[in-house]
Nanobody, 127 residues
Framework: VQLQASGGGLVQAGGSLRLSCVVS????????VGWFRRAPGKERGFVAA????????DYTDSVKGRFTISRDNRKNTVYLQMNNLKPEDTAVYYC?????????????????????WGQGTLVTVSS
């Protein structure tokens, strides 16, 4: 399974970006996807996650109401719509996936659960 994250860039505070994560190599597999970020000088942390069906979603408190995670399983793509961006959102954003079975329609927030990781995309928010 390979993950390709894209969509990062430089944006002013209050602006928006949409990150994409394309998952390949897991034909007919079900997978949970999470977004994590590593800010300068900080540990990587959880941002958002979505279950294989899209019915279960979770966010870290600091992005609730501003970020929206979604997925299009026909395109094997998970999105992270980020609105009202703040300078503290500046980070390298990573998507990660965990293969699950049909009954595992939930999300987890700890990165140790995720087996596959993309290369990261840089988001810089200027004040």
């Amino acid at each position: 399974v390979q993950l390709q994250a894209s969509g990062g860039g430089l944006v002013q505070a209050g602006g928006s970006l949409r990150l994409s994560c394309v998952v390949s190599g897991g034909t007919n597999s079900k997978y949970m996807v999470g977004w994590f970020r590593r800010a300068p000088g900080k540990e990587r942390g959880f941002v958002a996650a979505i279950s294989w069906s899209g019915r279960s979603i979770d966010y870290t408190d600091s992005v609730k109401g501003r970020f929206t995670i979604s997925r299009d399983n026909r395109k094997n793509t998970v999105y992270l719509q980020m609105n009202n961006l703040k300078p503290e959102d500046t980070a390298v954003y990573y998507c990660a996936a965990d293969l699950v079975d049909y009954s595992s329609d939930y999300v987890v927030t700890w990165e140790e659960e995720y087996d596959y990781w993309g290369q990261g995309t840089l988001v810089t928010v200027s004040s």
